[in-house]
């Protein structure tokens, strides 16, 4: 007898993907193996971080719209308070979403972070403190994009509540369920 198949969902955006994995791989990779091939601290602090900045543009401006429908940024207002911005799809369009896209991009996101923490570790028990500050700075970015885009989710998942809410107060399902229980 034929067994029935089961269709694997595949990514939706693989050169997206592609692009969110390869600056944070390139970054750390670069970092791992420079000690083995370059002796000179500048040029791993430069190129590191280099990788890691782009890494944080790639994440904050490309693959957070395109791989989950999010965006954030910060902005001063006028009296000098920093003012976090949000922007996400609407609930539908969420929903479809790819669901391995957005896999790949929630733990790449937390797993890059996790990975930068083990190696501030292995810095500080080798008391490397130059090296400790090449990882700072790529954590701190990596950092960045974890606090803002897990902001941008929460305030997604409560605009879409709030907008679920108000669709069925000003749809007559409340009048409905108002009057049957006669309240």
């Not at 391995?100 to 797993?111: E, G, P, V």
């Not at 701190?140 to 929460?154: D, E, P, R, W």
């Not at 000003?170 to 409905?176: A, F, H, L, M």
Request: with cysteine; aromatic share 14%; net charge positive.
């Amino acid at each position: 007898m034929d067994q029935p198949q089961v269709v694997s969902e595949n990514y939706a955006n693989p050169k997206t993907c592609f692009f969110h994995v390869l600056f944070k791989a390139g970054a750390l990779a670069f970092y791992i193996l420079s000690a083995l091939f370059v002796n000179n601290f500048v040029i791993i602090f430069v190129i590191t971080v280099l990788l890691a900045a782009l890494d944080f543009w790639v994440v904050k401006n490309v693959s957070g719209r395109i791989l989950v429908g999010l965006r954030w940024w910060n902005e001063i207002d006028n009296e000098g308070n920093s003012v976090w911005k949000f922007e996400c799809l609407d609930g539908e369009s969420l929903a479809r979403m790819n669901k391995k896209d957005s896999w790949l991009f929630w733990w790449t996101l937390y797993l890059t972070a996790a990975v930068w923490i083990i190696l501030a570790i292995f810095s500080l028990i080798r008391l490397h403190a130059d090296y400790l500050l090449v990882v700072g700075v790529c954590l701190s970015l990596s950092i960045a994009n974890i606090v803002g885009f897990t902001k941008c989710n929460k305030d997604a998942k409560k605009n879409i509540s709030d907008w679920t809410r108000t669709a069925l107060l000003s749809s007559g399902v409340s009048s409905t369920i108002q009057s049957a229980f006669g309240v």
